[in-house]
């Protein structure tokens, strides 16, 4: 590839171009290869295009793409800072099949507890339903309770 000063915009033309090709697999290896240090050494600016991207119905799969490549090992700066703008990409994803995808990343991240966390409770309760834990995660009633079916 050989694209090192080449703009987030650039990389992400590349990786959604890649997609569903002959070549794609060797090509995100490229690219993944070629920018991960950048991705996981980001500048303020780079951070800022990240949470524009997860905004964007196409560069939000790049991003996720990034972060599901170092969930487990980036730094936690970079975590916390993308976690509520992928979570709500997540849930505002069309495709409800894909959008775990998005939730899937975090969960390396943080570990399940995220969805009893998570500020915004309409976003709680998404996690929740994506991860399968809705029921889990809902107090049951009392044995004796009147409520029982």
Not at 8 to 31: F, I, M, Q
Not at 74 to 100: D, Q, W
Request: hydrophobic share 40%; proline share 5%.
């Amino acid at each position: 590839m050989g694209r090192l000063n080449n703009s987030w915009d650039d990389y992400c033309l590349c990786y959604l171009a890649a997609l569903g090709t002959d070549l794609g697999d060797e090509t995100l290896k490229s690219l993944w290869s070629e920018t991960r240090q950048r991705f996981l050494s980001a500048s303020e600016e780079d951070i800022n295009w990240f949470i524009q991207a997860l905004a964007d119905e196409q560069r939000k799969l790049f991003v996720v793409f990034m972060f599901n490549k170092v969930a487990q090992s980036a730094p936690k700066h970079l975590k916390e800072v993308l976690f509520s703008p992928i979570i709500r990409a997540a849930v505002y994803e069309r495709n409800p099949s894909f959008n775990r995808s998005f939730v899937e990343p975090c969960v390396i991240a943080f570990g399940h507890r995220l969805a009893k966390t998570h500020p915004d409770s309409y976003i709680r309760h998404r996690i929740e339903v994506q991860l399968g834990t809705e029921s889990l995660l809902q107090p049951l009633p009392p044995r004796n309770s009147k409520h029982q079916t």
